[in-house]
């Protein structure tokens, strides 16, 4: 992928989280720097929505932009460096505050998957408590010491939450991220309803590895096909 796609994947990445509801005004998404594995592309701080590939910068591990040129970083890009830099596997980190998970942030809820589509968010998912080691705070991820722990929180795992603020979802690509992003929040809505009705059957740790071993990129690139025309944007195949 050239510099020039993968920031055009990334503004398109934005308008679908913020299309399909799993970041509003805030949340962010961020691709691993195509030429330069240690550092990573993130937008300026804005709304994903209104996002445009002018507002697309660059970034080292440490969170330090490379090329401001004026514009304002967000306060939480820590958490996209800190991933990076244990999970050489993961290309691609979103962070969101979808409403659909906080309440399994806040109670001992489990958060697992109850639909086959929704294999990838993994079989049991942490939760992360910034409380826990910093005590009372905005709960915002402004700066490295924090964005570090969350990140081992993570450790091998495709999705962690932070009790009372949202979550963070990493992955093998862009594609792979926005689709376990989704269907995270899909599993959150399912998981609630089906426990008003009683008592949940989980999806097996043998059930959710099956899943995972027939999903290939067709899977992804079907869904970014009629996501990208939900957000009107241009759908360029990437098999
Ligand atoms: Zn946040």
């Excluded at 592309?41 to 969170?63: H, N």
Aim: a neutral charge.
């Amino acid at each position: 992928m050239t510099l020039g796609q993968a920031v055009d994947e990334l503004v398109t990445a934005n308008r679908i989280l913020a299309r399909e509801g799993v970041v509003d005004s805030f949340g962010h998404v961020s691709i691993r720097h195509p030429d330069r594995p240690d550092r990573y592309l993130l937008s300026r701080a804005r709304a994903p929505e209104c996002i445009e590939a002018d507002d697309v910068m660059e970034f080292t591990g440490d969170g330090a932009p490379v090329d401001a040129a004026g514009r304002k970083p967000y306060s939480e890009r820590f958490i996209h460096g800190a991933v990076y830099d244990v999970r050489p596997d993961v290309q691609s980190v979103v962070h969101h505050h979808s409403p659909s998970v906080i309440p399994f942030s806040v109670t001992g809820a489990r958060l697992s998957p109850v639909m086959h589509m929704c294999a990838g968010i993994g079989a049991r998912i942490p939760t992360w408590d910034s409380r826990a080691s910093f005590g009372d705070t905005n709960l915002l991820v402004t700066n490295l010491a924090m964005a570090k722990e969350l990140a081992a929180a993570l450790g091998e795992r495709p999705v962690v939450l932070m009790r009372g603020h949202g979550c963070v979802v990493a992955g093998a690509s862009l594609r792979e991220v926005v689709f376990n992003s989704i269907y995270l929040q899909l599993n959150a809505d399912l998981q609630m309803k089906a426990h008003a009705l009683g008592d949940i059957t989980f999806l097996s740790a043998g059930e959710i590895a099956a899943v995972l071993s027939t999903r290939g990129s067709f899977t992804f690139e079907r869904a970014w096909e009629s996501w990208c025309r939900r957000a009107g944007r241009p759908y360029h195949a990437r098999p």
